[in-house]
């Protein structure tokens, strides 16, 4: 009787017609549809249940959408999503035409911010807190901030901010001592003290001159409840500090906060994830680390920092194995590049270990701090290309473009994991440059590891295979899916194909062969087209006057949404039906056919 009447909840007007005393209780039916529903497809699983609480009190307490929440990240936002209307939409939650794994504007009026990465949401709701004052209109303005979020200097630099203004923002920190990984800092430390006992002296937040309250039990409904009640009659800035933990109400998640962090399918009863899939290949991360690790045995100047990705980069070995050399320097990317470009000026090489899409975070340090100084510094791009299910906040594909234009900086697309480990292996021997490593997440054709090295001739591509009169072009991992494409064009003795490995510098030698002997060239990268590798290309076959047809193959000018990837790869035309086709095409217009 009462799980059918909660059922029919699905907005917050809804919500806010329980009586307190119903609202325990809706929390626990809940988290049990975030579990049942996160059960049968990836997600990220861990932060939300940890929200549950809070989420229900926020929406009971506050006038949503008119009062405006922005979670950050927006991990912790399913609770959110599934009492704004789309609880039935979690069918297709993360998967093509379906709904974001993150908060998103269009997506529905709840969702006051998209927010796909840390520390955006103090300034947006300070920005958004300065214009509504302006305009004379009153309304709360709530960020929800993790521990290890509000670490990043984003969040600093809006906190410094906000402590001087009057703006009605209340920041909730919701601190579970955990990102994807555990937080790390002394920011962490600092938290973990407050939560012992109540300082006499002013804290942290009080000496930036912002109303600080807790800690709060962030899973006691009549305690979060009873401090939003006193928060919304305070206006100015101010914080308050939650408790959560992370994965809350399934067992396996609790203890296994990593893991479960975005599990894919897993038992809804049991909790036990379901890691059958693709069993017997190597992903992509696991060949980095395990290489990094083999290279760092015998190479004491090699040191490894990321910002707070050591798991999904596959640096936990290495981590445990020296963990005097291997850095997390918590979400925090601007920092870590310029941490890595002290100590290259000190003798050492780092490998400074960042996805792409956060490496976007740190562009200026790139430039100023790395390669302005040229200072021998690698940066290993991880998940390059498009990532999947995340969307448009997480796919690396800008890297190449914004990348390729910065001076001394050499860039190389490896196209299989042995080129990946070859690369590794040749770079830590020695750098006259910044080098940037790019490589794609997930699993790899592999199923073996390979340790046994060698060094690469630098700054040179090489063919794949030889033909007649056109020349395919591909950048990285897409080698092999054009390598099927070709065994699959009946006339597959015209092409040759080519992968061009080092985007910069270009393999010239290698380009005026290709310009001054074929009928056409066709250039394929998983990488935005405008400004990419193909780019470069052109402008090399400009410079020297090469007449040669070159169709440049890649993502166009509009952001790509979430879903699979293999879907994904067919939207934008790189999956291996797509290539054919576009092969088959060229083939018979440099005939004459068409």
Excluded at 211 to 233: A, C, F, S, W
Excluded at 514 to 542: D, M
């Amino acid at each position: 009787m009462v799980a059918n009447r909660f059922s029919s909840i699905q907005y917050p007007e809804e919500l806010r017609k329980l009586s307190k005393e119903d609202l325990g209780s809706f929390a626990a039916h809940l988290r049990k549809k975030i579990i049942l529903a996160l059960a049968k497809r990836e997600g990220h699983l861990g932060s939300s249940l940890g929200t549950v609480e809070l989420t229900v009190a926020l929406h009971y307490s506050f006038n949503t959408p008119d009062d405006i929440l922005i979670w950050d990240v927006g991990h912790q936002a399913y609770g959110h999503k599934m009492i704004t209307g789309r609880e039935k939409a979690f069918q297709r939650l993360r998967q093509y035409n379906g709904i974001s794994g993150f908060p998103k504007l269009s997506e529905s009026l709840y969702d006051n911010f998209g927010t796909g990465h840390a520390g955006t949401a103090i300034s947006a709701a300070l920005g958004m807190a300065l214009a509504n004052d302006l305009k004379g209109v009153k309304k709360q303005h709530i960020a929800i901030v993790g521990d290890a979020s509000i670490a990043n200097g984003m969040a600093f630099e809006a906190l410094n901010h906000l402590g001087n203004t009057k703006a009605n923002v209340l920041v909730i920190l919701n601190d579970n001592t955990m990102g994807i990984d555990p937080s790390v800092g002394a920011l962490k430390n600092y938290f973990e003290n407050i939560k012992k006992e109540t300082p006499s002296t002013p804290n942290f937040f009080q000496s930036l001159n912002l109303q600080y309250t807790g800690p709060v039990d962030g899973h006691n409904m009549e305690e979060i409840l009873d401090e939003l009640r006193k928060q919304k009659k305070i206006i100015g800035p101010r914080i308050l500090h939650i408790v959560t933990k992370k994965g809350k109400g399934l067992s396996l998640a609790e203890d296994q906060q990593i893991a479960y962090h975005s599990p894919g399918k897993f038992n809804p009863l049991t909790g036990i994830i379901n890691n059958k899939q693709n069993e017997n290949k190597i992903k992509y991360q696991k060949i980095f680390g395990e290489t990094l690790l083999k290279l760092a045995k015998t190479n004491e100047k090699i040191i490894v920092i990321t910002p707070a990705m050591p798991t999904g980069s596959g640096l936990v070995k290495i981590m445990e194995t020296f963990p005097s050399r291997c850095i997390d320097v918590g979400i925090a990317e601007q920092h870590a590049v310029t941490l890595a470009a002290g100590m290259a000026t000190q003798g050492l090489m780092p490998f400074c270990v960042i996805y792409s899409t956060f490496l976007q975070r740190a562009y200026d340090q790139i430039i100023h701090d790395v390669a302005l100084q040229n200072l021998p510094i690698v940066f290993c791009v991880d998940r390059a290309g498009l990532v999947g299910n995340d969307g448009p906040t997480h796919h690396g594909v800008f890297d190449i473009a914004f990348l390729r234009c910065i001076p001394n900086l050499h860039i190389v697309a490896p196209k299989d994991p042995d080129s990946l480990q070859n690369i590794l292996f040749t770079a830590q021997q020695g750098l006259k440059h910044p080098l940037a490593i790019r490589y794609p997440r997930g699993y790899s054709e592999e199923t073996t590891l390979n340790l046994n090295f060698k060094k690469i001739p630098w700054g040179k591509g090489r063919l794949i295979k030889k033909g007649s009169s056109i020349a395919v072009l591909s950048i990285g991992t897409l080698a092999s899916t054009i390598t099927k494409s070709l065994c699959q064009i009946k006339k597959s003795e015209a092409f040759s194909h080519y992968d061009l490995c080092f985007i910069k510098p270009l393999d010239t030698e290698m380009l005026n062969e290709i310009c001054s002997t074929y009928k056409a060239l066709i250039v394929f990268e998983e990488g935005v087209k405008k400004g990419g590798a193909g780019t470069a290309i052109l402008e090399y076959a400009n410079e020297k006057g090469y007449k040669i047809p070159i169709q440049l193959e890649g993502i166009s000018d509009n952001f790509i949404s979430h879903g699979n990837p293999e879907v994904l790869l067919r939207e934008v035309g790189l999956d291996n039906k797509s290539i054919t086709e576009k092969l088959s095409l060229l083939l018979n217009k440099t005939e004459g056919r068409l």
